[in-house]
């Protein structure tokens, strides 16, 4: 399974109604720190995020791709939670 696949199962939870990935490993290649593993930023649109704040939004989707980054699969990851209101407005 790619990383990709496998971050977009381990959020299915959300009923996301946007997934986007972008694989930006390459930005970061010799990056101090970096024992593996990629850079990777996704936005994730979900109504289970209404009334949520920004931080526990980004908690939830950290806690469950949690075993990626022990794994050493993800070293890095930037996101955006939004509501569909926040996206789509």
Request: proline share 2%; charged share 25%.
């Amino acid at each position: 399974m790619d990383i990709q696949s496998a971050i977009q199962s381990r959020i299915e939870f959300l009923k996301p109604q946007v997934f986007e990935f972008q694989d930006d490993s390459h930005l970061h290649i010799g990056h101090a720190g970096n024992k593996g593993g990629g850079h990777y930023s996704i936005v994730v649109v979900s109504e289970r995020f209404n009334e949520i704040s920004r931080l526990n939004r980004q908690r939830m989707v950290k806690e469950a791709l949690h075993d990626l980054f022990s794994e050493g699969l993800i070293h890095a990851l930037s996101m955006r939670t939004l509501t569909p209101d926040e996206y789509f407005s």
